[in-house]
């Protein structure tokens, strides 16, 4: 890249514009309503009747302590300092020990309990949230980013951990805590307690003023860490090819970009949030000055005693600091509110591909695949098949051929219900796919990628993926089956190995062997090679061919090759072209009618003769 191109590159980057976001990936403008709240809080319904209350009553107890304290300090007063009663003195000091012991337990066990909840909470709340995008279709994965979503599973998840570990319960205590004083002070002296409610309106309506911008400001921090952590693994992923390009310095501009505009969200909405608490504290120190100057005017007239504005001294700050706890309480439900937005958007998505409540199960199949007059589009704007009709007999191989974009991917993705035609009917064994349940369906049909993904862990359990409960002489028989233990004998712990992220350890071909292993040991009826050895060389394509007439034996197989020479053997081989059957047959009848076929072939046999 140039200098001058960089330049453009660089300059031409604003995060904070919305061209840049995923298009499913947006700052939501919904209203703050109770209603998702509580929806979010039904997640704690299943501890309402055991660590829910303990807690509560764990607070009540703490908080009724508090409440206590000020009225005995303002009794000694009169009965101690001005009655001249030691004795009384003694038996008060006792008993606000006692009652300070109790307020540490209450407070305990309440952080104890409450904390429990928490992550209790937290954890079923991740759980059902990566439950439902793992049944989601191809297409919510496609239109999304694996940061995006790895943001909402993590981060936004986590941003509740506070909420429910203490945010809760801090908001009842201080709801009970300000009721309390107000109860107490109202019976007291009327008049003062209406000169410090006065303040009260006066800050909850500057606050209110706060609330869209902080709101704003909280979603726009959730939308650029999750920008941020999708390009983070766009660029992990593609280190090598930024490597092989030498854009490690186009990379950290694009990443300091990017990195600063998030720095600039969190700072934009700390300090709009930081507006609460000043807001408080000046209120506060309005309402405390009109009490004393009106609590000394009341008691030099005798309109009140002298304990009772002492307590009134004593319980002001207790008042004002629920009251500045609420303002922080607010901003975090507000930060609850951005994250819940996000999370419960994911758990709204509904998979375009639905299950019926009373799907059948499929078991015991043949493996009879047939098409009818299907049509499919992705984007109901341009159709990927055209009134496509097949037919595979159980145990027949099929092979699919055509220029990319021909429609051979998307006639297996209706094969394994990644989605639904848009007209038309897929059926196996005569039962239409729609009447059938996913799990039934999937597990009797397996797939063979050109990119074959390898998950961390042993060698055994990669193979092992497709059958859990495969004892470890299955997983070698099937590994012996299909060629692979040779190499894994080779391995420093053999099938224990462990196998780095994707399996970087292994070669291309190690790899699609492992995943024969793994398809032969989970014993699919139907089976699907999406050009299985279109990355691999010669000789290790030799070595997969023997293993493949291993995995097609007994199988209705439906084959996507470039590499024309693996197909000769197919039963039926369809040629297609955006989206149409142009011709069909077997090898010996397509090659004989000279047709797109046998141009294919030959341009191929060309190309390797050439080289």
């Given amino acids: 890249m140039s200098d001058e191109a960089r330049e453009i590159y660089h300059e031409g980057f604003d995060p904070r514009k919305e061209r840049f976001a995923y298009p499913n990936d947006r700052v939501m403008e919904k209203p703050f309503n109770w209603s998702q709240m509580a929806r979010l809080f039904t997640y704690m319904k299943p501890y309402s009747k055991t660590l829910l209350p303990l807690a509560i009553a764990a607070m009540l107890v703490a908080t009724a302590v508090r409440l206590a304290v000020p009225l005995i300090i303002s009794h000694v007063l009169d009965n101690v300092a001005l009655a001249g009663n030691l004795s009384f003195l003694w038996k008060l000091v006792l008993a606000i020990g006692i009652l300070y012991v109790l307020q540490w337990l209450g407070n305990r066990y309440r952080i104890i309990w409450m904390n429990k909840l928490g992550q209790n909470v937290i954890y079923d709340l991740r759980k059902h949230l990566f439950s439902h995008i793992q049944r989601l279709s191809h297409r919510f994965f496609g239109e999304r980013s694996a940061g995006s ?114 720095f600039e969200g969190w700072r934009i909405a700390v300090r709009r949030g ?78 375009n591909v639905e299950e019926k409540p009373d799907a059948a199960e499929l078991r015991d199949i043949r493996g009879a695949i047939r098409f009818e007059d299907v049509e499919f589009s992705y984007d109901a704007k341009r159709m990927a098949l055209h009134r496509i009709n097949l037919q595979v007999q159980p145990g027949e191989t099929l092979a699919l051929v055509g220029h990319t974009g021909s429609g051979k991917t998307s006639i297996v993705n209706l094969v394994c219900r990644f989605y639904d035609p848009t007209a038309g009917r897929v059926l196996i064994d005569g039962q239409d796919l729609r009447d059938l349940s996913l799990e039934s369906l999937r597990s009797q049909v397996s797939i063979v990628l050109q990119d074959t993904f390898i998950f961390s862990g042993t060698i055994m359990d990669n193979i092992r993926f497709g059958r859990p409960d495969a004892t470890d002489e299955e997983v070698k028989e099937a590994a012996r089956a299909v060629g692979a233990e040779k190499f894994i004998l080779r391995l420093i712990d053999q099938y224990h190995t462990e196998v780095e992220e994707r399996g970087s350890i292994l070669s291309m071909g190690e790899k699609q062997l492992l995943s024969f292993a793994r398809t032969l040991l989970a014993d699919p009826k139907i089976l699907i090679l999406d050009e299985a050895t279109a990355s691999i060389d010669t000789e290790t394509e030799m070595i997969i061919q023997q293993a493949l007439k291993r995995l097609l034996k007994g199988r209705t197989a439906i084959m996507i090759a470039h590499r024309l020479s693996t197909i000769r053997d197919a039963d039926q081989i369809l040629v297609l072209d955006h989206g149409r059957v142009i011709e069909k047959g077997n090898h010996e009848e397509l090659m004989r009618t000279g047709g797109e076929y046998f141009k294919l072939v030959r341009a191929q046999f060309n190309v390797l003769d050439a080289g």
Avoid: C
């Fill in 149 to 262: 979503i790895l943001v909402r599973i993590t981060n936004d998840i986590n941003s509740l951990q506070e909420l429910f570990s203490n945010g809760i319960i801090n908001l009842l205590t201080d709801v009970v805590m300000l009721l309390g004083i107000v109860v107490i002070l109202a019976i007291m002296s009327p008049t003062l307690t209406l000169a410090v409610l006065v303040i009260v309106p006066i800050m909850f309506f500057l606050s209110v003023k706060l609330r869209r911008a902080i709101r704003r400001a909280f979603q726009q921090v959730r939308l650029k860490q999750s920008r941020l952590n999708s390009h983070l693994n766009e660029s992990i992923q593609g280190i090598r090819v930024t490597q092989s390009y030498t854009q490690e310095q186009a990379n950290m501009g694009f990443f300091q970009r990017m990195n600063r505009d998030n």
């Fill in 274 to 351: 930081a507006m609460f608490r000043p807001l408080v504290e000046i209120t506060g120190a309005i309402g405390t000055a009109t009490l004393v100057l009106l609590g000394i005017y009341l008691y030099n007239r005798n309109i009140i005693e002298l304990y009772v504005f002492v307590a009134f001294v004593l319980y002001l700050p207790q008042f004002w600091e629920p009251i500045a706890r609420l303002g922080q309480m607010y901003n975090q439900l507000l930060m609850a509110m951005a994250s819940s937005e996000r999370i419960f958007e994911f758990l709204d998505e509904r998979s």
